[in-house]
């Protein structure tokens, strides 16, 4: 229907939504809508595409008994004034711009703001969004939940979830109030909120997906209004199934004010329930995964040397990601079922209220969508149940493999031990074998130098020669002493290097692990400590010979043998 109604003052200032709206329109004082306008321009870069050639506004508008269905995908912000009726033109006398609106609203109006993806711009410019609020004077609330979506590496705000509403009915029940050419009579309530979904993405993972709504009704004309802001497209396909030919009569019925009513309650359970859907699947394959990759902890029973699995760090952080998970899904879909609860409540409350129109009439249907919305809720609590029980078992597996990790280092530290020990034994049959020859070799070897001969003429005792004595005596002592230098300090560095790796990065694991595996009381001493006992006592035992030897006694008399702890 053509009309002409000039909207100049807020279309030259539309590019300052919401403030341009002011307290009197929107209900809210003047340094929120500033806020409100300076976050949206801060933002607009990652929100916003900044090419008009990548805009595409989508809008699905619905007339008398749905019998005249009109979609239109605006590529341009000139496109979007065109649909919207928007029409300007420059006043001779004045030299000013004049904006007049031309087409009065339809009964039910269907807009979408859609990215490519979930996590990419959405194919709109900051522009045309404030033109559009602008021009519908959209409660500037709807923009906690659009600043949600834009381009990031991981969804923004996953966890935030609201409820956001406005009403302003007739101050007496059965005024009669004016409306005007546009169809709008200013009695009205708006709604805004946002539910997440999850689908499988096209390499087997789950996504979480956000979707923004806004619906505003007017209770003396009937004319609602959407506004949906979702990555992808499969909220519209699902309100054009809704609305198509196909769906139900009273879904698309807009003769009376009372029909008009009733069919907007439908696309309220349509978003509902694409809220719920696919949540029992993500549950599910977290549980199977769970299952899969904890189970033999659980079901094989531990044997002396046998483990049931040989888990690793790698094990211990997938249970983490999944506990983490399932948390993310309880507290997704509590915010889910809590913002459908405040939806039940909201349109119960208008029920009660004596300036609802449709309070008597339309009582029937009320009834009916509060109690599909409890169905929807069930099923999400349902879902929250199974995700709390997976956290719970997740975190006792994950506990579990901790605990077989700590055991598998200590059993395998307890056979190195073992193979120490024996190495120890070896190493004293060969020190005691070595020191019952030593004196035999070095007497035998002094004998055959030529310090003293036996087999020489005239001289039948032997013959002792003392420059031969002197010089085998200046070669061997320094070669001797050096010798026993290098053996102390190379034992000795080897000796801190050995406890620094075994005592201490060793016992610290074995101690972090004790710490996280929940404060496991350890029964027996550690690996670490028991093998740098050994080394003390290994310490005695070389003090003890150098005790009993005149030569290496002088030396050990000088100092310990090694620098050992």
């Not at 500033?34 to 900044?50: C, H, K, M, S, W």
């Not at 199934?241 to 019925?253: A, F, I, K, P, V």
């Not at 209220?353 to 009834?367: H, K, M, T, V």
Request: some cysteine; hydrophobic content about 35%.
């Amino acid at each position: 229907m053509a009309v002409s109604v000039d909207i100049s003052k807020l279309y030259a200032v539309r590019d300052e939504y919401p403030s341009n709206l002011g307290p009197k329109i929107t209900g809210t004082h003047f340094s929120a809508l500033d806020g409100y306008q300076r976050t949206l321009r801060a933002i607009e870069p990652n929100l916003f595409v900044q090419s008009e050639e990548e805009v595409e506004v989508r809008f699905r508008d619905l007339e008398f008994e749905g019998k005249a269905r009109t979609k239109f995908n605006a590529h341009s912000e000139e496109k979007v004034k065109f649909w919207l009726g928007i029409a300007q033109r420059r006043d001779l006398a004045s030299q000013s711009e004049i904006a007049t609106a031309t087409k009065t609203d339809p009964k039910s109006r269907f807009i979408y703001f859609f990215a490519d993806n979930s996590r990419d711009n959405l194919r709109v410019q900051r522009s045309t969004v404030a033109l559009i609020f602008t021009y519908y004077r959209v409660m500037p609330e709807f923009l906690d939940f659009l600043t949600c979506f834009g381009i990031q590496s991981t969804l923004r705000d996953v966890r935030f979830s609201g409820f956001r509403k406005q009403v302003a009915l007739p101050r007496r029940p059965g005024i009669t109030t004016a409306v005007d050419a546009l169809g709008r009579s200013g009695h009205q309530y708006q709604v805004a909120y946002n539910l997440k979904g999850t689908s499988p993405t096209e390499d087997g993972e789950w996504s979480i997906r956000n979707a923004a709504f806004y619906h505003r009704f007017d209770v003396i004309s009937g004319r609602s209004l959407w506004i949906v802001t979702k990555g992808r497209k499969d909220v519209y396909q699902s309100y054009e199934e809704l609305t198509g030919e196909d769906g139900r009569e009273e879904d698309t019925s807009f003769g009376t004010t009372d029909q008009s009513f009733v069919s907007s309650l439908a696309p309220h359970l349509m978003f509902a329930r694409w809220s719920r859907d696919d949540w029992r699947g993500y549950v599910r394959e977290l549980e199977e995964a769970v299952d899969r990759e904890s189970k033999m902890a659980k079901l094989v029973p531990r044997e002396d040397g046998y483990l049931p699995r040989h888990y690793k760090s790698s094990d211990v952080r997938r249970m983490q990601i999944w506990e983490e998970q399932a948390s993310e899904v309880v507290v997704i879909l509590e915010g889910n079922v809590d913002i459908l609860m405040s939806l039940q409540q909201f349109y119960r409350r208008l029920a009660r209220d004596d300036r609802f129109p449709f309070r008597d009439s339309c009582a029937g249907e009320i009834n009916d969508f509060a109690s599909n919305l409890d169905t929807i809720v069930s099923d999400m609590k349902n879902s929250i149940s199974r995700a709390k029980a997976l956290m719970k078992t997740t975190a006792d597996r994950k506990e579990l493999i901790k605990q077989y990790r700590v055991d598998d280092e200590a059993d395998r530290m307890r056979r190195l031990n073992k193979n120490m020990e024996r190495e120890a034994i070896v190493v004293r049959i060969i020190t005691l074998v070595t020191l019952v020859y030593l004196p035999a070799t070095f007497v035998s070897t002094l004998f055959s130098t030529d310090i003293i001969k036996y087999q020489v003429d005239n001289y039948p005792d032997g013959k002792y020669s003392k420059v031969a004595m002197d010089r085998w005596l200046q070669v061997t002592i320094p070669l001797t002493a050096i010798t026993l230098f290098a053996a102390w300090y190379g034992n000795g560095w080897a000796t801190k290097k050995a406890a620094h790796a075994v005592g201490g990065d060793f016992v610290g694991a074995i101690e972090e692990k004790g710490e996280v595996g929940g404060g496991v009381e350890q029964s027996q001493p550690l690996p670490g400590n028991r093998i740098l006992a050994w080394l003390r006592a290994q310490r005695a035992g070389l003090a003890r010979l150098t005790a009993g030897s005149p030569v290496l006694g002088a030396i050990g008399s000088k100092g310990s043998v090694g620098p050992y702890p």
